[in-house]
């Protein structure tokens, strides 16, 4: 297991961190246990989480994700783990959620920090990330920009301001952006720069062999501010795992247990570009989940590439892909598809 610098942080991430949305639903409390248990004997340092998992976000389920892992966390040498999490933002409607008011504020902050302390049962968080803006952006598998849909938000200073108070009060050591444009990620650094509040030091966005958009724009912006990718949905929904090619309908999978989330992968050209990765998988005698996991770690932006797993096999072999190195025949055999087929799941 390798280890990068995030960002400007003094935290070295190993590069694989383990998701876990799904502890609290699709798995009990004994397989979240026991997935934590064998990601760290395998060198795992890293864990995500967020106070709205496990999906699909629900009120009765709202928190459970964070208290799996809490009391895990409690009988673990704390020091020797980085342990992020997300506050909710307002671009999901989430009623339960501090009675529906979700703004990245400072009062919020507040609230949400401590409520994920008391669940992880931790007297500190190491990196705390916005899991949605608090203004405007398109939304999972939109791109295009729609100035209409602008709505009052947070200033980015004050929000800044807000994550400073807890990070002077020892709560959080650092944070970070997800699902975040390129505008916005230069205005936080910027805001901070000159104001002198806590910099973003990561951006956790989707990164896959369907979804390279990060490779344009915000790629450029990860370089010339430092600050690193956490790439999420590294399979893209599972499906670059190839288990659909053949079966259209496997059964307990994300996509057929939760057919509104997979909408974003359900698109032309995806079925088409998953079987010629899986060709090339193939013929690099490789599987294909070790192929498409292989590859995000490959780029040189990504400081960790998050992984999620319902079975203790599936994170397995997740997990031994980092053995796996691509040559430049192969990265440029991946090239080529992405050439016939770019970003049809963005």
């Not at 009623?95 to 409520?115: E, F």
Request: hydrophobic content about 35%.
């Amino acid at each position: 297991m390798k280890y990068n610098k995030l960002g400007e942080s003094d935290l070295k991430v190993s590069e694989i961190c383990l998701g876990t949305m799904t502890y609290g639903h699709q798995n009990t409390i004994e397989e979240a246990h026991q997935q934590l248990d064998y990601a760290i004997a395998q060198g795992v340092n890293f864990i995500d989480t967020a106070e709205m998992y496990p999906v699909p976000p629900r009120g009765e389920t709202q928190g459970k994700t964070e208290a799996y892992i809490g009391e895990w966390l409690r009988k673990q040498q704390r020091d020797q783990l980085i342990v992020a999490t997300k506050i909710a933002g307002p671009g999901r409607p989430f009623k339960w959620l501090r009675d529906g008011n979700i703004k990245i504020d400072s009062k919020n902050i507040q609230q949400a920090v401590d409520d994920s302390l008391r669940r992880l049962q931790t007297d500190y968080i190491d990196l705390y990330q916005i899991h949605w803006p608090d203004r405007y952006v398109p939304t999972f598998g939109q791109t295009e920009y729609k100035p209409e849909l602008e709505r009052e938000t947070v200033k980015i200073s004050e929000q800044l301001a807000a994550f400073a108070e807890v990070i002077k009060a020892g709560k959080v050591r650092y944070i970070g952006l997800s699902n975040e444009t390129p505008w916005g990620v230069t205005k936080f650094v910027h805001a901070a720069k000159k104001l002198g509040l806590p910099k973003v030091v990561s951006i956790q966005n989707a990164y896959n062999l369907l979804n390279r958009v990060f490779d344009s724009a915000l790629a450029e912006v990860s370089h010339y501010t430092n600050v690193g990718l956490l790439a999420y949905s590294p399979l893209g929904f599972g499906l670059l795992t190839g288990k659909y090619i053949e079966n259209s309908n496997p059964g307990n999978t994300r996509i057929t247990l939760f057919p509104g989330f997979g909408q974003r992968y359900l698109k032309q050209n995806v079925n088409e570009a998953v079987a010629a990765y899986a060709e090339i998988a193939k013929k690099h005698n490789l599987t294909p989940a070790q192929l498409a996991l292989a590859f995000v770690r490959s780029r040189w932006f990504v400081s960790s590439t998050i992984i999620g797993a319902t079975t203790l096999q599936q994170l397995q072999e997740n997990i031994e892909s980092v053995n796996v190195v691509l040559n430049p025949e192969i990265l440029a055999e991946l090239d080529a598809v992405h050439t016939s087929y770019p970003n049809p799941a963005p």
